[in-house]
């Protein structure tokens, strides 16, 4: 998707308004503790918690964070300008989570704030605009359709993730910033490492990206000696018109595209699978029929799959600079506030169906699922072409496909903040 939406547990429970005075924080648990005791349910039968106004808890370091659940409140928290991000990675900042990430990078674009991202922010905006998405269409199309026929040539049963899920995002995103031939376990190994929650020590993920860090770096230095028609090209020279632009956020922002634009997706089209091959079986035959009925399930399904276990991303977290009135509750100045938008897209007061029922219905309102406002996700059209894509062309190549073994068997990643199968078997 983008590298400004890439799980940490916010809080858990039922909804409830604030007690009057300043309410004791509760420390919660971390989103890893379900995922010690297999099996895991697939992510579209979490359970979610039920909106409510704004009220208080605890992330697993122990710092106190507003949780904000209704969709009209994420709305805000994630459009209004009195909570930002570059706050959160002041010098004196509370920790806000237990193990690094590649989120954390005080200089990255996901935690800057006001002209300082959207400087930038425009080095790479336009590379991700619809219409320059859509020319990438037929392109994308065909690589879906050669992964399918070498799919199929495999023969039944097959691990989809493999021969499908992975390679194609990985494949779109490395034609993209001009990565030919780039290893791909190495790729998996950095990625793993920069997305870690427990999986991986500490010094196990700094290690891994200092070499990340090393390979954007290179990247960079061959591309202004050799330029190409590719993103890290273009955004070298938007940023050579642009004053103000230090290497190393362009080293984070080359490896957080990386990143950002071959995982989120590989991980939605798996968890999107583990669904329509199972409890939406039935939805499988429509999925085939035309590419908008694939456009509209897309939708749907981006907003009721969850990318990881956790509550909020840490990408959704802001800071009041200032006190803000939020669904009715005032959070003070100098807040840590969670934009729980998993529990926001499923707002009872605003989507009334499920996904068995309203799987090819328009959205009833904008899903959050790629944020909203200044950090709204810069490859949501990438993400949703590539989804819709490889979504409609795999049911109309096999009709018939099915999970080779129940939901309850599948191994899953674990230890990220993102949440997918390892494999996926499945026959036809």
Known sequence: MSAENSAT??????????????PHPTTLPHPTTATALPPLPPLHCLRRLEPGPPRLGALPTGTPVWLVSRHADVRQVLADPRLGRAPLYAPDAPPLTLAPNLLDDPQGILNLDGTDH???????????????????RP???SVVEALLDELIDQGSPVDIISGYTRPLPVAVISRLMGLDGLDGKRLAHWSDHALSTTAHSA??????????????AGLIAERRTAPGDDLVSGLLEAARESDGITERQLVSLVIGLVVAGHETTMTMLGNALVYLLGDGREAWHRLSSDEQSAAAATEQLLRAVPLGDGDVLPGLFRHTVEDVEIGGVVIPAGSVVAADTRTANHDPEVFTGDLLTELFSPLAAPMYTFGAGPHHCLG?????????LALHRLARRLPSLRLAGPAESIDWRRGLLTRSPNTLQVAW
Do not use: H, K, N
């Not at 790479?124 to 619809?130: E, L, N, S, Y």
């Not at 010094?203 to 954007?216: L, N, Q, S, T, Y």
């Not at 949501?380 to 819709?388: D, F, N």
């Open 118 to 136: 959207q400087r930038l922010r425009r080095t790479v905006q336009r590379a991700f605009t619809p219409r320059a998405i859509a020319r990438w």
């Open 203 to 216: 010094e196990a993920v700094r290690v891994a990206m200092e070499e990340f860090a090393d390979f954007g």
């Open 380 to 388: 949501a059209w990438l993400a949703r072409m590539e989804l819709e």
């Open 9 to 22: 547990r916010a809080t858990t429970g039922p909804a409830e308004a604030p007690t009057p005075g300043p």
């Open 139 to 141: 392109w994308v199309a």
